[in-house]
């Protein structure tokens, strides 16, 4: 055994050392050198600090820093006391383990839950362009044109055709003289003359004026329907008849 403090400062003293280079020299400061020559070793914040100062100021001034670091342990440190810093350093290092073993966990759950999501979007992306029918959106600032019916052409009436008549006449019981004329007396000449038994005409108007010399002997037919004239006159023939003219 010897005196921790007494030895570091007979040490100091005999090389003419100072406590303001010794603290630039060994990066200790000088208040805790000197609590190490007073043996105030309660001054220090723990007993690790003691051991790592004692060690690096003995080794500066030429002394052997595990011998001092020994008789520290054997005079101020107990048993339990010099083995329970390694036991917390142990358990330290397990929960820092323990703890990164969480976080790459936490890492490798977060980059898979990346992964599928990603997975999902690419999927949703590829169906939403070749499964899906792209509906256009009106952009903002646009009208949206309407449909435009066209006008319905009306078509244009044709006029009604003149309504005619179709006149039918034969000399059936005997010869029959008669004069035929469009629409009056003053009209165009349609025929003049005399039907002999047997022979017949065909007239096509709208209007006419006829004077009968002898209408008995006549097979008279007015679109299809026979008609019957009892005495010779002038008459004048419409698609509704056959009537005396005035």
Partial sequence: MFEIGN???????????????LEQA??????????????????LPAQTYVKGFLRTYADYLGLDGQLYV?????????G????????????TSHVRQQ???????????????????????????????????????????????QAVTPPVQQKKKTPARPVTFRLYLRASHG????????WSANGRDRYTGTLELGQAQRFVARRLWI?????????IALNGRPVSLARGGTYLVTPHGISPAA
């Fill in 70 to 78: 020994d008789e520290y342990n054997s005079r101020f440190v107990s």
């Fill in 211 to 219: 004077n009968f010399g002898n209408p008995g002997n006549l097979s």
């Fill in 26 to 43: 060994t990066k200790i400061r000088a208040r805790y050198l000197r609590a190490l020559e007073e043996e105030s070793f309660d001054t």
């Fill in 7 to 21: 030895s570091l400062r007979e040490a100091r003293v005999r090389q003419q050392l100072e406590f303001g280079e």
């Fill in 80 to 91: 339990e006391e010099e083995y329970r810093e390694p036991v917390v350093a142990r358990r």
């Fill in 175 to 182: 010869n029959s003289w008669m004069d035929v004329r469009n």
């Fill in 99 to 145: 703890h990164r073993r969480f976080e790459n966990r936490g890492v490798l759950i977060a980059l898979a839950a990346i992964g599928a999501v990603f997975a999902l979007v690419i999927a949703a992306w590829k169906f939403s362009d070749t499964g899906t029918e792209k509906i256009p959106t009106p952009q903002v600032g646009t009208t949206t044109k």
